[in-house]
């Protein structure tokens, strides 16, 4: 079984001059949820090589153990310091795509056009296609077979308005995760800010928050099976 992680290339956070990228747990925890389950994971991003860790995402009080063995696994390390650049990669190659949050993605994996056409790509073979927390942003711009928007009428979640606001980002970053996803259709519902929430329908899978990440690889490694 293989599965294409995809993160973001992108680590300014909007004019505030600190640093963002994507989630470090999003990103740990279905790592080896799904590596510890014998799945081959390739990661990817828009300009390859390393992917920018959002320093928020590394503080002391979020760590976890995944966070904590990411910190002592050298291979993991190599694999985020060398991405492979998201052009090149066929989605042939690979049985499902999880996209992890942070802020990043609202700049770039939004309006990127390989992205675009990857999911859509994955969507059209009918294969997993999942997201947590911001990753969501990446959906912005993606059309199912039928030419819509592929999260109109589908039961989704990701990042609320009310956890924005709690991280006081909400006049920071270019669009709000869950404005968008009701614009675009979706039928978009949630749990307590902060608390373990994911939806599934058909092949897409999405999680509200960082706690939302290890159901997320679950249900897909579910899916996949």
Known sequence: MKVLFVL????KLGDTGKKTGFWIEEFASPYYTLLDKGVAITLATPKGGKAPIDPSSDTE??????????KEDEEA?????????????????FDAVFYPGGHGPL??????????????????????????CHAPAALKHVK??????????????????SEEKAVELTDVVPFLVEEML?????????????????????NLITGQNPASSGLVAEKLFKMLN
């Open 8 to 11: 973001t290339s992108h680590d």
């Open 61 to 70: 009080d979020n760590q976890t153990k995944d966070t904590k063995r990411y």
């Open 77 to 93: 390390q190599k694999l985020i310091n060398n991405t492979k650049v998201l052009s090149e990669i066929d989605p042939g190659d």
């Open 107 to 132: 700049w770039d994996l939004s309006e990127d056009k390989d992205s675009i056409a990857l999911i859509e790509k994955f969507n059209t073979a009918g294969k997993p296609i999942s997201f947590v």
């Open 144 to 161: 199912g077979k039928d030419g819509e928007s592929l999260v109109k009428g589908k039961k989704v979640t990701g990042f609320t308005n």
């Open 182 to 202: 009701k614009e675009n259709g979706g039928n978009y519902s949630k749990a307590g800010d902060w608390e373990e929430y994911v939806l599934v329908e058909g």
